[in-house]
């Protein structure tokens, strides 16, 4: 997973990736520190997501524009358009069950047309 350190970096990213995910943490954060492996883990079955971290503690302006006032946050836009947001005590397979079905949605089903 990437770092992101300017808002201009992230609109880019956001503009140029059919789909990217955001995730928000901070490494003072025991939940964040035991939450990205996973979700990094979750990613590396979806390979035409583009993944991205944002250091909430260091990184505020950043966080701020996109509405992030606590950690962890993960985002999922779709084509530039944000499309999930999952924040705080987030549950894996919820989030994953989302992921999943917007890929093959976008992806499979694209595809077959």
Same mark, same amino acid.
Request: proline share 3%; net charge negative.
């Given at each position: 997973? #990437? ?5 201009i #970096? =992230?609109?880019?990213? %956001?503009?140029?990736n059919d789909? *990217?995910?955001? +995730? ?8 964040c ?5 996973k %979700? ?6 979806y ?7 944002v250091?909430?503690?260091?990184? !505020? #302006? *950043? !966080?701020?524009?996109?509405?992030i006032?606590s950690?962890?946050?993960v =985002?999922?836009? %779709?084509q530039?358009?944000?499309t999930?947001?999952e924040?705080? %005590?987030? !549950?894996?397979? !919820?989030l994953? #069950?989302?992921?999943?079905? +917007?890929?093959? *949605?976008? +992806? ?6």
């Amino acid at each position: 997973m #990437e770092q992101v350190n300017t808002v201009i #970096e =992230m609109n880019q990213l %956001i503009k140029t990736n059919d789909m *990217l995910l955001a +995730y928000f943490g901070s490494n003072t954060c025991g939940v964040c520190r035991d939450l990205q492996p996973k %979700i990094n883990a979750m990613i590396d079955r979806y390979p035409n997501i583009r993944a991205v971290k944002v250091d909430v503690q260091n990184l !505020s #302006e *950043l !966080s701020a524009s996109f509405h992030i006032f606590s950690a962890p946050v993960v =985002m999922l836009f %779709i084509q530039g358009k944000e499309t999930v947001r999952e924040a705080g %005590i987030i !549950s894996l397979n !919820s989030l994953e #069950e989302k992921i999943s079905r +917007y890929y093959q *949605l976008f +992806y499979l089903e694209a595809t077959q047309s």
